[in-house]
T-cell receptor, first 114, second 114 residues
Framework: DQQVKQNSPSLSVQEGRISILNCDYT??????FLWYKKYPAEGPTFLIS?????DKNEDGRFTVFLNKSAKHLSLHIVPSQPGDSAVYFC?????????????FGGGTRLMVKP | KAGVTQTPRYLIKTRGQQVTLSCSPI?????VSWYQQTPGQGLQFLFE???????NKGNFPGRFSGRQFSNSRSEMNVSTLELGDSALYLC?????????????FGEGSWLTVV
């Protein structure tokens, strides 16, 4: 049972345009969501997170939106840059003693074309 | 501030051998968790340690074990290696085990079993 899903395995965007990466989850217990960027054979790099008490969090070019009723979150990157090309993972966690037990989606490969 | 440090970065082992991977968390972080990334299964949680105690465990066989030392450094061990254990093993650290903490990953240890 995949509790966190990223239904688009890949996304191609032109430089300067908006990139929108989507993530769906099924476990209503999740209360914290994180986005990571990853290059092959390297560790994930933390980008941005959001708590379930919020519906939006912004950090520079990155904005994450959370729709709890739809169990859906999205990461917006504006403007997209070629250096943003990587695999993006959303992850979710919950609980006071399981907060670091992240459940990851399958990832979306973003390609930003110059 | 130094990030999460993992050693070794790359290693090749023979089927049936055992391997030990090491992780030094970010200074001040007391929670260390381990993840396995494979092409087929994605990023999966192995276990988490906090204050030298295993707090959570993922769905992996008993051949996978770990420990945490008093300085928060952690090791994971895989015994009787199988070809399917070939993967990128990632260590992550955070301040506590409570959901809502940012979780930072190391560069990973790439294990190849032949």
């Amino acid at each position: 049972d995949q509790q966190v899903k990223q239904n688009s395995p890949s996304l191609s965007v032109q430089e300067g345009r908006i990139s929108i990466l989507n993530c769906d989850y099924t476990n209503s217990m999740f209360d914290y969501f994180l986005w990571y960027k990853k290059y092959p054979a390297e560790g994930p790099t933390f980008l941005i997170s959001i708590s379930s008490i919020k519906d939006k969090n912004e950090d520079g070019r990155f904005t994450v939106f959370l729709n709890k009723s739809a169990k859906h979150l999205s990461l917006h990157i504006v403007p997209s840059q070629p250096g943003d090309s990587a695999v993006y993972f959303c992850a979710a966690s919950y609980g006071n003693n399981a907060g670091n037990m992240l459940t990851f989606g399958g990832g979306t490969r973003l390609m930003v074309k110059p | 501030k130094a990030g999460v440090t993992q050693t070794p970065r790359y290693l090749i082992k023979t089927r049936g051998q055992q391997v030990t991977l090491s992780c030094s968390p970010i200074s001040g972080h007391r929670s260390v968790s381990w993840y396995q990334q494979t092409p087929g299964q994605g990023l999966q949680f192995l276990f988490e340690y906090f204050s030298e105690t295993q707090r959570n465990k993922g769905n992996f066989p008993g051949r996978f074990s770990g420990r945490q030392f008093s300085n928060s450094r952690s090791e994971m061990n895989v015994s009787t290696l199988e070809l399917g254990d070939s993967a990128l093993y990632l260590c992550a650290s955070s301040l506590t085990t409570t959901s809502g903490n940012t979780i930072y990953f190391g560069e990973g240890s790439w294990l190849t079993v032949v």
